[in-house]
């Protein structure tokens, strides 16, 4: 069964450096995502992606935050200088249209010293 | 303000009994409707979706969807200590964005 994959499982970094997640989607999905979710707290929506663009994002999707297709496979959420508070599960998710289910991917824990 | 509610809990119920997760959302707007799962440490694992008024079955689990109440519910019948974990409702409101409620925490007891 197809499912969406993320690397690295989990990542530690100092704060002010930059981070790169990465994720494969469903291969035939068309939208993009990525949410975080901050220990204890619930899944928060960070950023949509479709047809090479962002649709959608939140608040917390500032400056910092940028996502990339760089090819036919790979959708990336890099965030530029990483703060304490950027520490959370990044979990990456697909889906066929935008009015149906997302499937999510493992996460990547990130966290920042 | 678009918010999803859920009691987080915790709910406790036997082995064998039916646990019942309810949802409430502020977005009247809003037109699809998702239940998951998540156990401690990972994702989100989809259960499933409703989309109108009504009951929806899929084997030990239903989902019902009332939108003048703007509630929606799962029931897990015949429940297994492996259904142990916390319940994620998810709304897609106007702007298509996810929306999801802090989720209800679930524990069967053998």
């Known amino acids: 069964e197809p499912e969406v994959t993320q690397t690295p499982s989990h990542q530690v970094t100092q704060m002010g450096q930059e981070v790169i997640l990465r994720c494969v989607p469903i291969?035939?999905?068309?939208?993009f995502y990525w949410y975080r979710q901050i220990l204890g707290q619930k899944v928060e929506f960070l950023v949509s992606f479709y047809n090479n663009e962002i649709s959608e994002k939140s608040e917390i999707f500032d400056d910092q935050f940028s996502v990339e297709r760089p090819d036919g496979s790979n959708f990336t959420l890099k965030i530029r200088s990483t703060k304490l508070e950027d520490s959370a599960m990044y979990f990456c998710a697909s889906s066929l249209d935008d009015k149906n289910e997302q499937f999510f991917g493992p996460g990547t824990r990130l966290t920042v010293l | 303000q678009k918010e999803v509610e859920q009691n987080s809990g915790p709910l406790s119920v036997p082995e064998g009994a039916i646990a019942s997760l309810n949802c409430t959302y502020s977005d009247r707007g809003s037109q699809s409707f998702f239940w998951y799962r998540q156990y401690s440490g990972k994702s989100p694992e989809l259960i499933m979706s409703i989309y109108s008024n009504g009951d929806k079955e899929d084997g030990r689990f239903t989902a019902q969807l009332n939108k003048a109440s703007q509630y929606v519910s799962l029931l897990i019948r015949d429940s297994q200590p492996s259904d142990s974990a916390t319940y994620l409702c998810?709304?897609?409101?106007?702007?298509?964005?996810?929306?999801f409620g802090t989720g209800t925490s679930l524990t069967v007891i053998p």
């Open positions: 998810a709304v897609i409101v106007i702007g298509n964005q996810f929306y």
């Open positions: 291969s035939n999905h068309l939208y």
